[in-house]
């Protein structure tokens, strides 16, 4: 429903939407990667820009920072050297200091801190002097206060924060810039100055002794950045490690916490300060409150861990002015030229679809199949229309013909023979193909019908045989003849043999035949063949079916009534269940044996092998009952000779049990007789020795 509207409009209307419509994308295509284009390159040159200046500001600060950060190196380096030559002399490191700030205008004061006791250990004699606090400890500071230089102690410097100072260099034994912090000269009248401090450690023999610093104000960085004035209408601003804005267009902001952290970059700016990074980034400029190019240069301060960085920030708004309006430039000339290229196109249309007219009246006749040679168009240019034209010619042309082909066919006439000019032709090849389809249904049927005959007789075959092994089981020779005779006949063949394993001497196998059909073998006349001798034997150690077209004149003649003659196939298939093999079929015939019948016998190969496997599994279970039944008449009859025997024993242990039981009794008496005869004897010994005595 929603084309209904651009379906009824006509072709020449039709052509002018899409194309003007196409151009009109296009153009808006255009204009718009053009945009994002100028844009991209735009932001990408700002970037550019303010990054190579937020470099050279970069290098200003960082030679700033670095000339301080080479005196306090150099003091540090010169105290030092002069405790190891024990050269320890407080007023001469005074005067080195107070020469340092007269020579250094930019410095605010040039500190040093010893621990107690450690500069030449003699803070017991400096109590209350200048340049020590009231232990004596070492902790002199020279300060620029306008034009005059005053000796004073340095404070605070014990306190966690404000004495970072010289607490940080004391812990990590490290270059230090400590945070930027407000120094008052007078706290009472205001006058103070932002400042950071660059701070050496005074290491003696390994050992932390003390600090050495200068501070350093920072307005002359804050007068060079004010005269900061890009390209672009940008600003400059300078933040510590800690995200402190050390300089900034907006002096409100001077010294205080960074609101850059704040936008939506701020945790990767944040990481490349304190990493000391570059980074650029679009994104909303806190002062401005408006988008913004942002690139931040890192500052690497001598060997401090603590980077600054100096970033410019260029401001959206003016850089896209020139952008804009070359861009409301291009828009006009496109408009311009759209309606030149409409004019343009409105009389190619109308060209075109006038042509397109005359071939939609010819097309017309076509379709209502009264078409008559007046239809035909004249070709009078070589475009792309003159070929449409003639196409059209064409096409009534082989309708014609197309047409009187229809009419043959539709007649019964399938031997037509008719060639198109156009050998593409739809049509024509849809008629060619309904002939070819009508002669090859017929074809179909008739090989369907063979198959269907081919399979009833495979069925029917397997059935019989199978009826034949189950209704004859007596005589297994019997049973493979009845098989051989049945199979030979069913498949209407000449001539058939099948071959036995004889397995019963270990050392002698071989394969015996024990049916045959219509044969005579001229070679093997023997009624026994051995296990790769000959087709059988290479049948039968192979495993595998053997079929041969070409035989040789001496291998096999088939006998009948005419005469000898040698087949022209012969089809030797192993009898296997399992790849255990029990004989071999050999079949030979006048005719090549087709792939069914191949198929059918090999069915019938699985049959007799299956039966003669069952014979003899028959054959050898009746065997082992016949030998069982004779064993258990013999273990019968050595068991009642067992029993027999076991009886006699049984008496000889009862006779012997009585003998030994006299004997045991006989041997009781002798011993009684025996201790009779003991006793006496010693009364009459007795008596004699008595009697000797008297």
Known sequence: MKFNFFRRLKLQTKMLFVIITTVLVVYASVIVYMTIRLRTLKVKNASDYALAEAKQHANFCKLEFE???????????????????????????????????????????????????????????????????????????????????????????????????????????????????????????????????????????????????????????????????????????????????????????????????????????????????????????????????????????????????????????????????????????????LLMIAYVIYLSVRFITSRIGKVTHTLTHIASGKFTESDFLIIDTEDELAEMDNACNTMMKNIAKMTAYAKQIGAGNLNVDFQFENIDNEMGRTLFEMHKSLKKASEDEQKHNEMERQQSWFDSGVAKFSELVRLQTSDQNELIYEILHLLVKYVDINQGAIFILNDDVQDDIYLEIVASHAYNRRKYLEQKIHFGEGLIGTCAVEKKIIYLTKIPDDYIQITSGLGHAVPKAIFIVPLKIDDEIYGVLELASFEEFTAFQRQFIEKIAEIIASTISNGRVHIKTQMLLNQSHEKSEMLAAQEEEMRQNLEELMAIQEAAARKEAELNKYLKQFKQQEEEYKNRISRLEIELNYLKSK
């Open 67 to 337: 000339n301080a950060l080479s005196t306090a190196r150099t003091l540090a380096a010169t105290i030092e050297g002069s405790m190891k030559a024990n050269k320890k002399d407080r007023q001469v490191l005074q005067e080195q200091l107070l020469q340092i700030l007269l020579k250094n205008t930019d410095f605010v004061s040039v500190w040093t801190i010893f621990e107690p006791n450690h500069f030449d250990s003699l803070d017991y004699k400096f109590a209350n002097t200048y340049g020590c606090d009231k232990n004596g400890r070492f902790v002199s500071t020279w300060l620029r206060y306008k034009d005059s230089l005053k000796l004073t102690v340095c404070e605070n410097y014990d306190v966690p924060g404000t004495g970072n100072y010289y607490m940080i260099p004391k812990r990590t034994g490290e270059e230090v810039i400590t945070e930027p912090y407000l120094f008052y000269f007078n706290k009472l009248k205001g006058e103070q100055t932002l400042i950071t401090s660059l701070c050496i450690p005074i290491l003696f023999q390994k050992r932390f002794v003390g600090v050495v610093g200068i501070n350093i104000s920072l307005e002359k960085i804050q007068t060079e950045n004010d005269k900061i004035v890009t390209a672009y209408s940008g600003y400059g601003k300078l933040i510590s490690h800690g995200g402190f804005e050390a300089a900034n267009f907006q002096k409100s902001r001077i010294g205080k916490f960074t609101d850059e952290y704040n936008t939506g970059y701020s945790k990767t700016l944040q990481d490349s300060i304190e990493s000391g990074t570059e980074f650029r980034a679009v994104e909303k400029s806190v002062e401005y409150n408006q988008e913004a190019i942002k690139a931040f240069v890192p500052i690497t301060i001598g060997n401090t861990t603590s980077p600054w960085s100096f970033g410019i920030i260029i401001p959206m708004p003016k850089l896209m002015y020139e952008a804009n309006v070359n861009l409301i430039i291009i828009v006009f000339a496109g408009i311009l030229s």
